[in-house]
């Protein structure tokens, strides 16, 4: 069984940084960040492999955003720049249940953690 714990949510401006990481007990393969605002379905944000020789960025986030996986440590970093109002939302660590290409659905995640709260203050 695997468990995910994310943490590094917060509070932050405009154009601010933040950086969240996701804690995993167990065995996790593709692993991946998304995110949820009020009113609006689970969105992909970014996924990497199990050996982090891929990854992939959700539009809305590429250039700003950065995965950074520690095998070693088993996390999942998500290190967020240039903030912007829109990058609001809970944010969820999310992990495949065997070996996975990167996916971009939500449904292709079997682990959950119970998510992060992002608020990007104007």
């Known amino acids: 069984q695997v468990q995910l714990v994310e943490s590094g949510g917060g509070v932050v401006p405009t154009g601010g940084s933040l950086r969240l990481s996701c804690a995993a007990s167990?065995?996790?393969?593709?692993m991946a960040w998304f995110r949820q605002s009020p009113g609006k379905e689970r969105e992909f944000v970014a996924a990497?492999?199990?050996?982090?020789?891929?990854?992939k960025y959700a539009d809305s986030v590429k250039g700003r955003f950065t995965l950074r996986k520690d095998n070693l440590k088993n996390t999942l970093g998500l290190h967020m720049n240039s903030l912007k109002a829109e990058d609001t939302g809970v944010y969820y660590c999310?992990?495949?249940?065997?070996?996975?290409?990167?996916?971009?659905?939500?449904?292709?995640?079997?682990?959950w953690g119970q998510g992060t709260q992002v608020i990007v203050s104007s």
């Open positions: 999310a992990s495949t249940r065997t070996w996975a290409e990167l996916r971009e659905n939500p449904n292709d995640y079997t682990y």
């Open positions: 167990g065995r996790t393969f593709t």
């Open positions: 990497i492999t199990r050996a982090a020789t891929n990854s």
